[in-house]
């Protein structure tokens, strides 16, 4: 199948740290994408890792790839209210033009 | 700010008309790709083109079309709607689709209510 699933709801305390996490299947060579949705905005792009990287940090932001259970997470560190949004993980085979997103998970950041 | 632009922002219809949704890339950026977003359906990948040509299709309805024109701007035909229809209509471009680390922006999106 071409699925790449999230949880759909998580919710976290100003300050703590938030991981959202992401499957997919696509077996080849891969690149993987997070992107944050604002509430009546379009996606903006956050990071992404290719299939052969296991970390990538960039900030306060945490990608991390198990390539053998094809898991992804982003972690946040030290959470803000300005980071209450859906987060979109999509994936991109390399070479091809299609791109397959997950269906969203909605973080809530309580002060 | 992405460097998409999309017009209109809001776009209000009754079921049975046909509108039409526009999209200008960022600077540069010769594919355009539009998804649909619906509360119930997430973000569905519905068509991509690339320098004026037609390059992948997702889930999009035989009733919506879409074309690149020769200056990258696109359009999204939308016709014979249906409640069903009223969704966020985004387009996102990227400048080397297929090629290694290719992103794409996303425009802010049309939102569509068909009464």
């Known amino acids: 199948g071409e699925d790449v699933e999230q949880s759909l709801f998580l919710s976290v305390r100003e300050g703590d740290s938030s991981v959202i996490n992401c499957t997919y299947t696509?077996?080849?060579?891969?690149?993987l994408y997070w992107y944050k949705q604002e509430p009546g905005a379009g996606l903006q792009l956050l990071t992404y890792i290719f299939s052969n990287m296991d970390m990538k940090q960039d900030q306060r932001l945490t990608v991390l790839l198990n390539k053998k259970d094809k898991h992804l997470s982003l972690r946040i560190a030290d959470t803000q209210t300005g980071d209450s949004a859906i987060y979109f993980c999509a994936e991109n085979t390399s070479g091809t033009y299609k791109y397959i997103f997950g269906t969203g998970t909605r973080l809530k950041v309580l002060a | 700010d992405s460097g998409v632009t999309q017009t209109p922002k809001h776009l209000i219809t009754a079921t049975g008309q046909r509108v039409t949704l526009r999209c200008s890339p960022r600077s540069g950026d010769l594919s355009v790709y539009w998804y649909q977003q619906s509360l119930d359906q997430g973000l569905q990948f519905l068509i991509q083109?690339?320098?004026?040509?037609?390059?992948a299709k997702g889930n999009i309805l035989e009733r919506f079309s879409a074309q690149q024109f020769p200056d990258l701007h696109s359009e999204l035909n939308l016709s014979s709607l249906e409640l069903g229809d009223s969704a966020l209509y985004f387009c996102a471009s990227s400048l080397h689709p297929g090629s290694d680390a290719d992103t794409q922006y996303f425009g802010p999106g049309t939102r569509l209510t068909v009464l």
């Open positions: 696509d077996s080849s060579s891969t690149y």
């Open positions: 083109y690339y320098n004026g040509e037609e390059r």
